[in-house]
């Protein structure tokens, strides 16, 4: 026997697909309309002189995930004897373990890459996240409304959202900025054994970087990750194996906040989704009450029926 419909249903359905391509399309429009979702043309603007950053030798690295636990115990992270194996709330770097074509294992150390221009600090609208003068991007808990724009603007994946946390906030590494106003050096640095990291001004790190290239000619790739990328990071890499086979992604030298304006673009088109939606919810509830109250009616008019029938 077919199962007869639910009007209910049948109307809540159809409301949630036409939202659903109302919203993409709008959003599609919006994208491609927009100027932002072509390349950039902004200047890339030079760094800071100022600005400290940290230089990854990555043909240093042994994996040894002592600055991986350093960065636990610093920042009083879960599982201080875990070495992690990803970015998230509760770790903000991790050793990541790459194979080359020949089978060799790379360590990779992964982390926020402090942009020059960070997209995620132009992305947030309430300034919980902010680029210092001293180069690392850091975050106020206080100010953050969870909207997590941080998290899409991002052009490295960084951002990681607490999910079991009543106030949703955003973690990330924030180049141990406590241990620095201190006078110390970031704390994965500090515990490196191998000299793979490498903490300084970074303009004075990049030109180091070159002097190592220049000196050990077919040793390392000629290209410092960081340098340009995204109009250049604070984290620096040196690799003997191209870094598209390590999991660094390929970007262009234009500053990340690009990547931002394309989100805060979104913002309209979610604001007039989320108003949509409250509307539809609020017509098929209304509908639903007054086909419960039309049920209720007729019942009562059956049962009236049925007693004057009786009598």
């Known amino acids: 026997m077919k199962q007869a419909s639910n009007p209910d249903l049948t109307s809540r359905r159809a409301f949630l697909k036409g939202a659903g391509v109302a919203t993409a399309a709008a959003a599609t429009i919006l994208l491609v309309d927009s ?4 390349a950039s043309g902004t200047t890339v603007e030079p760094a800071s002189e100022e600005a400290l950053g940290v230089l990854i030798d990555l043909t240093r690295c042994s994996g040894c995930n002592s600055c991986a636990l350093a960065c636990k115990a610093a920042n009083r992270l879960p599982l201080p004897n875990q070495a992690p194996t990803e970015l998230d709330s509760d770790n903000f770097t991790f050793i990541d373990t790459r194979k080359t074509a020949d089978g060799t294992e790379v360590y990779v150390k992964k ?8 997209a995620c600090v132009s992305a947030c609208t309430v300034g919980a996240l902010r680029k210092t003068a001293e180069g690392p991007v850091v975050y106020d808990s206080s100010k953050c409304i969870g909207c997590r724009y941080c998290q899409y603007a991002c052009p490295f994946n960084v951002p990681t959202y607490q999910w079991d946390n009543t106030f949703g906030l955003i973690q990330k590494c924030q180049m141990c900025y406590q241990r620095l106003a201190a006078g110390q050096q970031p704390a994965c640095v500090a515990a490196c054994p191998n ?9 004075e790190l990049l030109a180091q970087a070159h002097a190592t290239i220049d000196a050990n000619q077919g040793h390392y790739l000629d290209h410092i990750y960081g340098e340009h990328e995204v109009g250049g990071t604070s984290m620096l890499y040196l690799s003997a194996v191209p870094f598209d086979q390590l999991g660094l992604p390929e970007r262009d030298d234009a500053p990340s906040p690009r990547y931002a304006e394309a989100v805060m673009q979104m913002t309209p088109v979610v604001a007039l989704s989320v108003a949509s939606l409250a509307t539809g919810l609020h017509l098929i509830l209304r509908r639903r009450h007054m086909l419960a109250d039309q049920r209720a009616a007729e019942a009562t008019q059956q049962q009236t029926k049925g007693s004057s029938h009786d009598r």
């Not at 100027?35 to 072509?38: D, F, M, N, V, Y």
């Not at 982390?111 to 960070?118: E, L, N, R, S, T």
Request: with cysteine; net charge positive.
């Open 35 to 38: 100027p932002t979702a072509a």
């Open 111 to 118: 982390q926020c890459m402090q942009c020059v221009h960070p």
């Open 195 to 203: 000299g793979a990291l490498k903490f300084g001004n970074r303009a």
